[in-house]
């Protein structure tokens, strides 16, 4: 039976906990451990997981890092990611928030769909928005011509996207990667980039594994509760920052020049955009996110040059939309 780890990092996620070590505990697929990586402030956090999991704990099943501070999501994965690595037997990684739950059959359905595709370095589970079972959180990833990143379905009715396909691809908040494909796009011993912190590093990640020449499955059967927003507001200074620098950041690390200067009108447009909406939100940190992104643009520019390039621009391409903005339902609140 194929080992895995399941790695999450939190951050004052006590509220969440319950519901997801309850149900990964109570999977119908047995042989996987959870690395938990904590960023949080306290120790709540840990002494809920003594408490409610200690003969667990004591067998290996759940493996508990403390971080002395909040090292962000990029960096927490990947610290998650070298521990589970030191497993010899470890083939498969499942990045999976905290705050979240899964179906019994979860860890089942997602270790099949990644053996039926040998060639996909990674394999979107399908997330459900807590907050509104009845819509979409996310079923994988769309890079737009203009640089924006959107979650695949979102806001759509959770009946929808039942098929098996391959997709761009994967959100971080739940997928699987194989071992074998992180490794393959390694750099300086990060698989996630840790300069992003938080937001967009999924993206990248994407990115580079195409690059690479690796695919990305959607399983609609790996079915996932979400609730978004659980652990840090939609639209914080915190959000708005990461999100927008690194948005930034994405294009000028992963993109082929000639392609930055044809859609550089589309670029320049969406930035604008951007700083303008957020001024009006009352939001000035949008402000030191554009300026932060590109004074170190350089740095990304050197960064593109090291990325593993095993196919050409225009394979990766094709999978470009074009696309501006999502519609969020008129009674939903965030």
Known sequence: ????????????????????????????????????????????????????????????????IKNPENY?????????????????????IICLNND???IPEFLEEIIKSAKKHPDAG????????????????????EYSKNGLGFN???????????????????????????????????????????IFFAYYEDFDLALRLRWAGWKAWYCPEAIVYHYKGGTSEIISDFTIYHNWRNYTWTIFKN???????THLHLIVLNELIQIMINLLRKKPVIIKAKTD???NIGMFLRKNKRIKKKISFED?????????????????EF
Request: proline fraction near 2%; aromatic fraction near 14%.
């Open 1 to 64: 039976m194929t080992k895995i780890y399941i790695v999450t990092p939190n951050y004052n996620g006590l509220g969440f906990l319950k519901n997801y070590f309850e149900s990964l505990l109570n999977q119908t697929y047995a042989n996987f451990k959870i690395v938990f990586i904590d960023n949080s402030d306290d120790n709540s956090s840990i002494e809920f997981i003594t408490n409610n999991y200690n003969d667990e704990l004591k067998k290996g099943k759940i493996i508990i």
């Open 72 to 92: 962000g999501f990029a960096r927490s994965n990947n610290i998650g990611m070298k521990k589970a690595f030191t497993d010899a037997e470890c083939e498969y």
């Open 100 to 102: 979240t739950h899964v």
């Open 122 to 141: 990674s394999i979107q589970a399908k997330m459900i928005w807590g907050q509104y079972p009845e819509l979409i959180d996310s079923v994988g990833l």
């Open 152 to 194: 695949r379905g979102a806001y759509k009715p959770s009946e929808e996207y039942n098929e098996e396909e391959e997709i761009f691809g994967c959100c971080a908040g739940a997928c699987l990667y194989k071992r074998e494909a992180l490794d393959d796009i390694e750099i300086d011993g990060e698989y996630f980039d840790e």
């Open 255 to 261: 993109l082929e020049r000639n392609y930055i200067i």
């Open 293 to 295: 992104a590109y004074r």
């Open 316 to 332: 990766l391409e094709k999978w470009f939309i074009m696309k501006w903005k999502v519609k969020i339902p008129e009674d939903v």
